[in-house]
Structure formats: C-alpha cells, structure tokens
C-alpha cells in the first residue's frame, strides 16, 4: 500500500504534465498503482474493510479466556476442538487489537527532585567471588536524587542493627543528610502500613531523627518511585562484581568504596554530568551530621561458659577464667565485640561478620602451658593448716597418703574442725588418731567431741 507522502507526490507531479511512464520510474511504483491514485484525487490511503476470521468468535473466547485463567493457548486449543478455523497467531492479533487480556499502557513519568530533598536507600542480593568461593551476599545502596551520588556496602545478612551501620557510613560518606530517607517496604524498617501509611519502628524512628530525616515508603508496585536507587544495583552486578574476586569482607567493602569514588567523578551520559560536581551543588542543601556521631553497637548478655568463651551469632569469644559463670555485658559494633564484667573490667576482640560457630581466643586468657597449678604443690586449705597448727603436719601427711575422700573436701573438713573445736582437745584427738593410725575424719570429729563433753561440760550434782 501507498504511503500518504507517495500519494501526494503522484499528484503534485500529475498535475505539472509529467507523464504516468515516468512518475513510475522516479517513484518506483507500478503504473496500475498511479492510475488508482489519479481516478481517486485523494492523498489517505483508503481504509481496508475486511472481516477478522476471530471476529464472528468473539463471545467464545471472551468466555474461554475467562475459564482459561487468561492462557490463550489454551483458548485457542478449545476453539478449534469446538470447529473453529483460525491460526494462534490470528488469535493473538485479534486479542490484541481488540483489548482483550491487554493492560492499557500509560506513558512513563519523571520525577524531578531538588537538591538535599530525598536520599533513596535500598538493598538486592548478589553473588561475589569470595576467598574462590561464589557467596550470596545483601547489597546495600544508597544514592542522593538530585547529584546521584552513590555509597554501596556488602553485608551476610542485612538486620536493623547492619542497616543503621550501613547509614551511618553513607551519611559520613555523603557528609551529612536529606531531608526524606525514601525505603522499600522493607521490616527492617517498617513496623506496619505501607506507602504514605508506613509507621517506623521506634528504634529506627530515634535513628531518623538523631541525623534530622525521615523514613517515607513508595506505595507497593510503584518501584520507578525508587529508581535512582533501584539503577545502579545492575550496574553494581555487571560492573564491579563482574570478573573480580575478594580476599575477605574488608577487602570486598574498601574496594566498593573506591569504586564508588571512581564512578562519583565519571561523566554519566543519562545525566549530562558528573556526580561530583553536581554534588558541589547539593551539599550546601545538605543537613549537617551531629557534632558527636555514636557508634552504632547492639546489646547482648551473656553467661560465660565453663570454658572461659561467651557466644555472639555463633561465634565464641575468649574471656579470662575468673569470668567463668559470671554474667557479662557484650556490645557488637561494625568492627569490635566488647566484652564488659562489672564496671572496671573489660577485654574486646575484633568482630568476625559472618556466623561461622568460629572460637576465638587471645593467649593472655588462657595460663601458659606448665604455669597452672601443678599436683604436687600444697592446696590451700593445707597451707592454712600448716601455719594455723603446725603440730599436726605428720598427720595431714599421712592423711593425704591414706585419705579414701577427695583430698581437697578432706582437708576442708579438717580445717573447719581446728577452727570450731578447742585447741586441746582437737590436738589430743589428732594424736590419737595418729598413734592408731586412724584416718576417718568422722570418727576423729567423735573422739573430739567425746572429749570436749568429758572436760568442758561437767555438771557439779551434789546429793540433797
């Protein structure tokens, strides 16, 4: 079919005496062709009036597409079992022009923000080659909307306590704050409601306010609300991630940092511009960060174990043996675990990010080998005993020798009857039990009392 400018072209060159010869060899047309268009003196095309071999159909699939769940190839396989005769593809056209099972298209919008409005924040899990081992990671990102200024941050996992982490570095990054943190719809944040009607935790809420922004949500399945965020997350995956391999997490983070840089300072062709120097701009416009930034930590109490370690996320970490059974105060923070007994005593170790039921133990915790208390030192209950009555040292040696007990509930028990009893009579009583060879601590504690209630406790009864 003729085009309208084809049309018009004919015409124009009829009417100035050239032949239908001609104008067909300039316009590369059949003659036939021209001759329609010079007995219809009209440049439109003319309309093609023909019924659609779908259309005497119509209610049918308007039926099927309803029962079929909206597959039309199904629709189709239940046209022609009932006798119809018409390709799928004439089915699709047919659907097509006339609106079935078609969603109405609306042309795209641009959002237009000024400067220091709305930092946008969002997180997408990706894939990084890690120590030759491919690991599933939570991408956190963060991009203010009029400079497009982007801080990304790799995390195991992506909790309350890794986002305010996450903020706060890119706060430091961006060198203060918007006036609206635009999230997703996300429970780390959102304590219900969605949309305009989002409520934050309170936890997050004091967050919020402490660096002078608000949290605000986009409504559900209105993710071009977030797009300035929502774009560099492809860009991450196929730029920075592509081809490069990381040592550890502080390798992985300190790279994306530097990356972040590089790109900052590029010329983004989207934009016409530079991020950096629209960043001049903007950060005038920005909040400033608060003359004392706070370390972000998270509490925990804890027991320590009989071996000397306290447990967080898995991990165990070493504290001095005279800690064992007392309860403690652990504080996580992004880098450190410090460990806090009472006011005064405190050990920290570096933080191990990911949950990997690791122990760690530093060397001051733990005696040195050879150091401990050694067998065949004196116990401390036979010190005493040796300084507070030395006379019966023979008989503590022997006991130690002949003992049946644990030695050390044996001596206690020995010490209690020297402190309770008169000197005399225990004295005595021991150097009895020694002569016979008596070792039975419960027998000696009889022939103690025996001879207390025979020398101490007499009664004077005179006859009346």
Known sequence: ????????????????????????????????????????????????????????????????YASCQGNLVRVHEELLATGAHLSYQA?????RRQGIGQQPKLPAGQYNFEPGVECQHDTSPHKVKMAGQLRPVQTASAVLCYSRMLFFQFYPTFQRFDCKVFLTEALKYFGGS??????????????????????????????????????????????????????????????FLAGREFADWNDLNQRARTWCDQVNSTYKKHIRAVP?????????????????????????????DVEGYVAVQTNRYSVPVAWIGRQVEVRESKDRIEIQCGLRQSVGH??????????????????VRGQGIKRTDPRPEEKILGEVIPEIAG?????KKNGRKYMTITLRQL??????????????????????????????????????????FQLDIKPK
């Open 1 to 64: 079919m003729l085009s309208q400018s084809q049309r018009t072209a004919i015409l124009e060159l009829h009417r100035k005496g050239v032949g239908k010869r001609q104008i067909a060899r300039a316009l590369r047309v059949s003659r036939q062709a021209i001759n329609k268009v010079i007995r219809s003196q009209s440049t439109v095309p003319p309309l093609i009036i023909r019924a659609e071999k779908a259309e005497p159909h119509r209610p049918e699939i308007l039926e099927l």
């Open 91 to 95: 089915l699709t056209a047919f659907c």
């Open 178 to 239: 918007c006036g609206v943190m635009m999230i997703d719809n996300t429970h780390v944040v959102v304590l219900h409601g969605t949309g305009p009607d989002m409520i934050p935790v309170p936890e997050m809420a004091a967050f919020a306010e402490r660096y002078g922004f608000e949290f605000h949500a986009h409504r559900i399945r209105d993710a071009n609300r977030s797009g300035r965020v929502e774009r560099p997350f492809f860009f991450i995956e196929k730029n």
């Open 276 to 304: 950096r120097e629209l960043y001049v701009t903007e950060r005038p416009y920005l909040k400033p960060l608060p003359v004392w930034v706070p370390e972000v930590y998270r509490l925990h109490h804890r027991i320590v």
């Open 350 to 367: 570096e933080r191990v990010i990911e949950s990997m039921g690791k122990r760690i133990t530093l060397a001051e915790h733990r005696p």
């Open 395 to 399: 008989y503590v040696a022997a006991l």
């Open 415 to 456: 010490l209690r009857m020297a402190r309770e009893y008169p000197r005399d009579a225990f004295l005595a009583a021991v150097a009895e039990a020694a002569h016979y060879g008596l070792y039975d601590l419960e027998r000696l504690e009889r022939m103690i009392l025996r001879r207390i209630a025979s020398e101490y």
